[in-house]
C-alpha cells in the first residue's frame, strides 16, 4: 500500500491528531526494546495504512473500534479510544448510545 516510512508518518500524525502529542509520542518514546516493534506496527499498520483507508469515515473507525472493543472485553483501552472518538466528532450522546446499545 504505502512504504513503511511514511506509512509511519502518517500514522504518527492520525495518533497524535487523535491522541494528542504527548499521548502518541509518549507510546512511542516509552516503547521497551520488548515493546518498540509493537508500537511501530499499531503506529504504521493500523493507524497509517487501516484508518487512512477510503470507505469509512474517522467517527465512524472511532464507534467500530469502541464496540469491538466491548465486545471482546477489551477494556484496557477503551477509555483511551474514547478520547480519540471525541477528538474524531462522535459526540457524547453517540458515545451514551453506543455503550447502551452494546450492553445488549
Known amino acids: 500500500m504505502t512504504d513503511h516510512h511514511s506509512a509511519f508518518e502518517t500514522g504518527l500524525a492520525l495518533r497524535r491528531d487523535m491522541f494528542r502529542v ?3 509520542d509518549k507510546a512511542i518514546d516509552t516503547a521497551t526494546d520488548f515493546s ?3 508500537q511501530e506496527m499499531v503506529t504504521r499498520y493500523c493507524f497509517g495504512e487501516v484508518w487512512q483507508r477510503p470507505g469509512l469515515d474517522r467517527k465512524t473507525r472511532s ?3 469502541l464496540a469491538m472493543l466491548i465486545s471482546n472485553g477489551r477494556f484496557t483501552q477503551f477509555g483511551v479510544h474514547v478520547g480519540g472518538a471525541i477528538a ?7 458515545l451514551r ?8
Open 97 to 104: 448510545e453506543l455503550i447502551l446499545h452494546a450492553q445488549l
Open 22 to 24: 504527548g499521548g502518541a
Open 63 to 65: 464507534m467500530l473500534t
Open 88 to 94: 474524531n466528532g462522535v459526540t457524547e450522546l453517540e
Open 36 to 38: 518498540r516493534p509493537l
